[in-house]
Each structure stands twice: as structure tokens, then as C-alpha cells.
């Protein structure tokens, strides 16, 4: 039987390749690491697109529910806006353009109770516009800010937080 002996420099070299293949090793485990770490990521990431996808009905009824919160507040402001600017009652030209502004039309209307419940335009303003209309006018205005933010705000995203749980 031979059997070989190894010089100490033989030695060194044969525990430096040793080293580099454990290294490599190592450096292929940390790639599989990462990977499974991007997998875990995308499943988080495939359950919120499920949950976005599955709130679309409720978001969809959350516009109807508004569409008709919105118009059944402006009908009301755009007549007595209307009614207001064809009347005598007008003396102050510059608040006769705000109430056209935002009261002249349905959609103008819509629009501005639209940027008042968003955060768009102070709802302040829309209501001192509604107040030169006539007071009746700026209660209703404070009424739908009061309406939407506590009432309607508030159980839409209870339902959409119970939806996306689900």
C-alpha cells in the first residue's frame, strides 16, 4: 500500500480549494435564501391584489351610494341657486359668480359638494357661498359634510376592511 504524504505546502493549497468550495457552497445556500425570501414577498403581494380585486363590488355600490347622495344634495343647491341669482335679491356681483361657480349647474353642483366631502376645497367656503344663497341653503351644505364624513366615510371602510378580510 503506498501511501502519500503531503509537503506542508501541498497541505496549504489542498485547505485553500477547500475553503473556496465551502465559500461557494455558502454563497449558492444565500441565493436560495433570497429566492425563497422573493417567493414569501410575491405571495403577500398576490393576496393584496386578491383582496383589491375582490373589494371592486363594494367599491363599485360605494359609487352608486355617492352618485346619488351627491345628486340628491346638488338638485336642491342648484335650484336655490337659481332661484336666487334670477331674483332681485342679488347685491354683490363678486358673490353672484362664486354662487355660479359652484351652484350654477347641476354639475358644478355635484362637483363642488364632491370637493368638499374629499378634502378638495375647505367645506367652509362652499358653505359661506351657500349662505349668501339663503340659510336653509348653508345648513344643507353642513348637513351633507356631517352626512358623508361621519356616517358614510366611516362604513365604507368598515366594509371594505370586513371584505378584504374575508
Known sequence: VAITQMTESEAKVSSSWMF???LARVLKMAKVLRFVRAVRFLGQVRQ???MIIRSFMSLFWLLVVLVILLTTFAVVLTQGATEHLSS????DPAMDEDVHRDFG???KSMYSLFKAMTGGQSWGEIAFVALYVGP???S???LFIFFTTFSVV???TGVFVDSAIQ
Open 20 to 22: 473556496l468550495g465551502k
Open 140 to 142: 344643507l351644505v353642513c
Open 154 to 156: 366611516n362604513i365604507v
Open 48 to 50: 393584496m391584489v386578491m
Open 105 to 107: 349647474d347641476l354639475f
Open 88 to 91: 332681485a335679491d342679488s347685491i
Open 136 to 138: 336653509a341653503y348653508f
